[in-house]
């Protein structure tokens, strides 16, 4: 494999603390980075790179706890780094950047910075440049904030890169039981023959938030949690659920699979948005004995009300031979119970009971993505009791992951991203179509919102969401799995 260099624009952020710098570190401390691999760390504060280790290493601390490097690791992982001073919006200051590229290595440029000067980073590189070795440009969401917006910005990236070198992350992509999913449905032939509307009744897909708005209304309130969540994460979840075998798992095979789901996707309309959509805004309330005030009364917030949703249902369908009839109910909120992301496949109850009154339990398949990552199949079976002649009761049949695995943690998305990114393995990367199609559905279904003006109604913090997101589902006899 060619020697790899990665720089990491937006080194100082948020998201280079919380999560990337960390998923190298762990890459170094078990020997899967590439010896020569080099990186450098690229923000606009002038600074040498002894100023900027100590507050990187503060930050990653409280992050990590009892994970953090020690010292003698962080010497060592931290002589891979160089710190590189860029504006990104000023073309004149990238030849420092210029001069530390090395055209016989692969540069993979990590953009971890608002998706406004994607665009600009990507002209400057190559009007300075930087861009004539072998390059690869990995890319956070959002990619757009509508179905024209996220064109333009793949519009922007493909003028400088081909498809197959760029990067578009989605980090579920990288959950250990996201790939396991993979693994469930294609090398077990009892579930892959179970895996449609003969057999399964309906699908949940839920992502739930403890936390509210972080510091972030005047962003959220542009958003929104369908735009913010439902277009990337349920999306790619629901497609991995619903995708047909890919031929291989070549990024190629995988991506085609999943993009014809997004397309049979039935578009939601103003006449069903009534009948499919709930959306909810939290009011002040508890969460784990803490009170927690209302959206409006975030900090940030100077505005009296908002139509932004901070929780959305949708009962979606698939129209295709496998999931006709099959109900894919999806719900994501804020300030919700427990910070929880599931997927739950509902299965049929069995056409007779011979077993007597409440016998008849179908059987139910959690990928649980986190908190512990797993998966759980509820299977039934007899009470051993001489007293109870035939009692039935269900059983949880537990997959766990740690079993048989050569780490002690089940490890960050960010990790596998990485090591991905690194060895041109473009299979957990989402790919422009998916992504243009997805806003289009959403596009199309907050019109259609908007025409009917489907309010989002109020839901204390703490809890599961509106009212109505129970009758969106009970109305079809079937409740939400917690
Ligand atoms: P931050 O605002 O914390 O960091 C942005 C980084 O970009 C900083 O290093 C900042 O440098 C740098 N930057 C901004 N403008 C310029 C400029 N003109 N020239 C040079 N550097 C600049 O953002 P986050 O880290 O939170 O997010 C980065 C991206 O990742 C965003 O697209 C976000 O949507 C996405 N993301 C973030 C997640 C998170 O958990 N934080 C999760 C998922 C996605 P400086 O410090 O000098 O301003």
């Known amino acids: 494999m060619a020697a790899v260099d990665l720089i990491i624009f937006g080194a100082s952020g948020d998201l280079s603390a919380r999560k990337l710098f960390p998923a190298l570190f762990q890459l170094e401390r078990l020997n899967l980075l590439q010896k020569d691999l080099r990186i450098a760390a690229v923000a606009r504060t002038k600074q040498t790179l002894d100023e900027f280790l100590p507050v990187l290493k503060g930050k990653m601390a409280s992050y990590m706890g009892d994970d953090a490097p020690s010292d003698d690791e962080w010497a060592s992982f931290t002589q891979r780094f160089s710190y590189?001073?860029?504006?990104?919006?000023?073309?004149?200051?990238?030849?420092?950047?210029?001069?530390?590229?090395?055209?016989?290595?692969?540069?993979?440029?990590?953009?971890?910075?608002?998706?406004?000067?994607?665009?600009?980073?990507?002209?400057?590189?190559?009007?300075?440049?930087?861009?004539?070795?072998?390059?690869?440009?990995?890319?956070?969401?959002?990619?757009?904030?509508?179905?024209?917006?996220?064109?333009?910005?793949n519009e922007a990236l493909s003028r400088y890169?081909?498809?197959?070198?760029?990067?578009?992350?989605?980090?579920?992509?990288?959950?250990?039981?996201v790939q396991n999913l993979l693994v469930l449905r294609f090398a077990n032939s009892f579930i892959n023959s179970q895996w449609d509307n003969t057999c399964i009744d309906h699908v949940q897909i839920t992502v739930g938030e403890m936390v509210g708005i972080e510091g972030r209304w005047s962003y959220y309130d542009k958003v929104g949690q369908l735009r913010d969540m439902?277009?990337?994460?349920?999306?790619?979840?629901?497609?991995?659920?619903?995708?047909?075998?890919?031929?291989?798992?070549?990024?190629?095979?995988?991506?085609?699979?999943?993009?014809?789901?997004?397309?049979?996707?039935?578009?939601?309309?103003?006449?069903?948005?009534?009948?499919?959509?709930?959306?909810?805004?939290?009011?002040?309330?508890?969460?784990?004995?803490?009170?927690?005030?209302?959206?409006?009364?975030?900090?940030?917030?100077?505005?009296?009300?908002?139509?932004?949703e901070t929780y959305i249902a949708i009962k979606a369908h698939i129209d295709n031979w496998r999931w006709s009839g099959v109900p894919f109910y999806l719900r994501t909120g804020k300030r919700l119970p427990e910070k929880v992301t599931e997927i739950v496949i509902q299965y049929?109850?069995?056409?007779?009971?011979?077993?007597?009154?409440?016998?008849?339990?179908?059987?139910?398949?959690?990928?649980?993505?986190?908190?512990?990552?797993?998966?759980?199949?509820?299977?039934?079976?007899?009470?051993?009791?001489?007293?109870?002649r035939m009692s039935l009761q269900s059983h949880l049949l537990d997959l766990d992951f740690r079993e048989g695995s050569d780490l002690d943690r089940i490890?960050?998305?960010?990790?596998?991203?990485?090591?991905?990114?690194?060895?041109?393995?473009?299979?957990?990367?989402?790919?422009?179509?998916?992504?243009?199609?997805?806003?289009?559905?959403?596009?199309?279904?907050?019109e259609a919102c908007k025409e009917q003006q489907v309010p989002a109604l109020p839901y204390q913090a703490g809890a599961w969401g509106p009212a109505k997101a129970e009758v969106l589902i009970e109305k079809d006899f079937r409740s939400w799995h917690v």
Not at 93 to 107: A, K, N, P, Q
Not at 161 to 177: C, M, P, S
Not at 414 to 429: H, K, P, T, V, W
Request: with cysteine.
């Open 84 to 153: 590189v001073a860029v504006n990104f919006s000023e073309p004149d200051e990238y030849g420092e950047l210029r001069e530390w590229l090395d055209d016989e290595r692969v540069s993979l440029f990590y953009f971890a910075t608002p998706p406004s000067l994607f665009a600009p980073i990507c002209e400057h590189l190559s009007t300075t440049n930087c861009l004539a070795g072998d390059c690869r440009i990995v890319v956070e969401k959002p990619i757009g904030e509508n179905l024209e917006s996220s064109i333009n910005v």
């Open 161 to 177: 890169f081909d498809e197959k070198a760029i990067y578009r992350i989605d980090h579920y992509l990288g959950k250990e039981t």
């Open 230 to 308: 439902v277009q990337n994460h349920l999306m790619q979840l629901m497609c991995l659920v619903a995708m047909e075998p890919p031929n291989s798992l070549e990024a190629e095979s995988i991506r085609d699979e999943k993009v014809k789901i997004v397309r049979a996707l039935r578009r939601i309309d103003s006449q069903s948005v009534n009948e499919k959509v709930v959306r909810g805004q939290y009011i002040n309330g508890w969460i784990r004995g803490t009170a927690v005030p209302g959206y409006l009364d975030e900090d940030g917030c100077e505005m009296d009300s908002s139509d932004t």
């Open 348 to 388: 049929k109850s069995l056409p007779h009971n011979i077993f007597g009154n409440g016998a008849n339990i179908p059987n139910k398949l959690v990928i649980r993505l986190q908190p512990n990552e797993g998966i759980e199949l509820s299977m039934v079976s007899k009470k051993q009791s001489l007293k109870e």
């Open 411 to 446: 490890p960050d998305a960010y990790e596998r991203l990485f090591l991905d990114a690194i060895q041109g393995d473009q299979s957990l990367f989402v790919g422009r179509e998916e992504i243009e199609e997805s806003w289009r559905w959403c596009d199309q279904l907050i």
